[in-house]
């Protein structure tokens, strides 16, 4: 892809600041191209971080035709940069934009266009443990018109910001709330696509919780409202006598989560067994109690590995034995050991980008 480089005006921001707070500071640029029927995807091109500008009639205002990712650049001990499987991201993203009715991008200049803004902005890539720069690309419906139709174009766009570590002070629990009253996504639906209603859809919930002490919902499928989906902001597994790790298999309203087929694939290696299974919500609150299962995590970009404490349902609190427990404990050193190339990588997960300067 030949990316234009547009440079960047005298009043652009400085480099990363020892203060930054996540979703809210990003970097100097960003990258951005258009897609329309006569001329396809075109004028690609990094330009300094801006606004959008949009006609109130666009597309994506009335019909959230739009999708988003999201993974991270992690600095090495070298000083370069390592990105993180880049390539399932992508691939989802073109799942996503398929199941929106959009236009696919070509994987390899999507890529292209990560490695480029990353190489631009690596000296944003924080050096402090556990941060990160979090990478956000998004693709959003442009044509004017109030029809009930696909979009006739496009814009895709990749900002980027840093990221500080998920849990400061080591891997601290959560409390998650287990909800029937409402759905996140049906089978058929969008729950796989990375869609914002998918995640409008949850926040009702989720608000409602936060007073009563839990930070995630866990949703239960939306037919029989049985069986454990995953969380609102990541997958989630449960761990069966220290030994095997059983998380909710792909539905079709489910999330695949890179992080989760990390954990699947790693996990033999590290010594436990692994499987995707359809669990019944009634069989995971009786081994807790029963202590059968003695951990509960979920799995995302960015806490990677997310113990959890308790399951809240129907007035009861379900405690679980570990949590943090020696399993997420050893599951989220290994993979983050992979991440910013602390370990050898066996499984080619990892990306290098080679920083301007660094030996």
């Known amino acids: 892809m030949n990316i234009t480089i547009e440079p960047l005006g005298p009043n652009a921001r400085a480099p990363l600041a020892e203060k930054f707070v996540f979703g809210k500071t990003f970097t100097n640029r960003m990258f951005m191209q258009h897609w329309s029927e006569e001329r396809g995807w075109h004028d690609a091109r990094i330009v300094p971080y801006q606004s959008l500008c949009f006609d109130p009639a666009t597309a994506v205002l009335h019909y959230g035709q739009e999708i988003f990712e999201g993974t991270k650049a992690y600095r090495r001990p070298d000083g370069h940069i390592n990105l993180f499987r880049p390539w399932e991201n992508t691939a989802r993203f073109n799942r996503s934009a398929e199941r929106m009715a959009m236009q696919k991008v070509d994987p390899e200049a999507h890529l292209e266009a990560i490695i480029t803004l990353v190489r631009l902005e690596h000296e944003w890539v924080p050096y402090g443990e556990g941060e990160s720069l979090y990478i956000r690309p998004t693709m959003i419906a442009t044509e004017v018109s109030l029809g009930v139709h696909a979009s006739r174009s496009y814009l895709h766009y990749i900002i980027t910001g840093p990221a500080g570590p998920y849990f400061s002070a080591g891997l601290k629990p959560i409390s998650v709330f287990v909800t029937d009253r409402y759905v996140r996504a049906v089978r058929g639906g969008t729950g796989a696509a990375k869609t914002g209603g998918n995640y409008a859809a949850s926040l009702l919930e989720s608000e409602r919780v936060k007073p009563l002490g839990y930070q995630q919902v866990l949703w239960l499928d939306a037919i029989e409202r049985k069986y454990v989906e995953e969380v609102g902001a990541m997958n989630i597994a449960f761990v069966y006598g220290g030994k095997h790790i059983v998380t909710p298999e792909l539905s079709g309203s489910i999330l695949e989560g890179v992080t989760r087929d990390s954990v699947l694939k790693l996990a033999p290696d590290l010594g436990y067994t692994a499987s995707e299974a359809r669990l019944a919500l009634d069989d995971v609150l009786r081994d807790i109690e029963s202590g059968e299962i003695t951990e509960v995590f979920g799995t995302g970009t960015a806490a990677v590995i997310a113990p959890v404490d308790k399951l809240g349902y129907c007035g009861k609190d379900y405690v679980v034995r570990f949590a943090p427990g020696p399993v997420a404990a050893h599951l989220y050193k ?20 080679e920083v301007p300067g660094v030996s």
């Open 334 to 353: 290994a993979l983050t050991d992979i991440q910013y190339g602390r370990a050898p990588d066996p499984y080619g997960w990892t990306y290098k980008i």
